[in-house]
């Protein structure tokens, strides 16, 4: 509509333009002069369309508000340039069940289970024998088989088997909310022998109670450096010295015989705050230092807040 209203004035434009020249012959002036006008109606034009696209009053700021609520989702790298965005989920806290090391986790998986037999294989080393990494140091040599056959959650302080001296060690223990874990155990010696002392016969110090950060090598290593001391889960939830049902004597409290291919039934129970029942990955340790070596994985135990039994 707009370029037909402008076409009689472009003809005439024209025909002056061209009469003109005839009888001035000025080409050039003539050109600049179409030129402009054609400019001028291209403007007329684009302005016009321009107004027929434009919303009407107050869309302008309802469009403006979609457009700033819009959420803008980060590129996920796992999508390929054109293939679109995708929102990246929250990441929650690490459950205590995720463990983290893999030499950790090869050992922690290694150990023994609840209610079945479990192979002890030790080695004593003289001076200058090379150690085999499969060999546990337990301080005799040769194989014990050991089951335990229960664990039971008990309410502190416990009644029944335990001593007064026990018990009162326990007492000199600055609690929070402490419990106690009752171990049945079996262990039979196959053909394992002391060599550091009388020939058959052990110590029930080398059991202990331990959770997963004690396998973890990164948490040995500040020890072995010097910088700080590790605290295992005995220290981190002071478990005091535990009873041991299969003394010898009053006089070698820790202290037990057991000759080849002869069984021993014992009680083993630790005093414990009751937050180790929640510990990640808690186990029966088996060694002579610190640092475990071996154990039993108490399955379990996070359910086990009331006096109950765990395992067989």
Known sequence: ????????????????????????????????????????????????????LLPEEGSEAQESSIVTNKKEFPRTSSLEEGQGFSE???????????????????????????GAEYRLHSRAYRQGEV??????????NGDMLLTVNSVKVLNYPPAGEYQEEVLESWANQKWKNPCVLRFSISLTNEDAENLNAIRYQFHSTMFHLNDYEDLIPENWAIESDGQAMYYTATERYGAADPFFS?????????????????????????????????ANGPFLGISLSRRPSAGIILEGLEGAFSEGEVGA
């Open 1 to 52: 509509m707009l370029v037909c209203t402008f076409l009689p004035v472009i003809k005439g434009i024209t025909a002056s333009t061209v009469a003109y020249m005839k009888k001035k012959t000025l080409l050039p002036f003539a050109c600049i002069v179409l030129l402009l006008l054609v400019a001028t109606i291209w403007y007329l034009v684009s302005s016009q369309i321009q107004a027929t």
């Open 131 to 140: 150690q085999e990494e499969k060999d546990l140091l337990l301080g005799w």
């Open 246 to 278: 299969g003394k010898i004597s009053e006089e070698d409290k820790w202290i037990f015989n057991l000759e080849p291919g002869q069984t021993t039934n014992f009680i083993l129970s630790f005093a414990v705050e009751r937050e180790y029942l929640t």
């Open 88 to 114: 990246i989920p929250p990441v929650s806290a690490p459950s205590k069940e995720l463990f983290r090391d893999v030499q950790a986790d090869s050992l922690y998986n290694s150990f023994g289970k609840l």
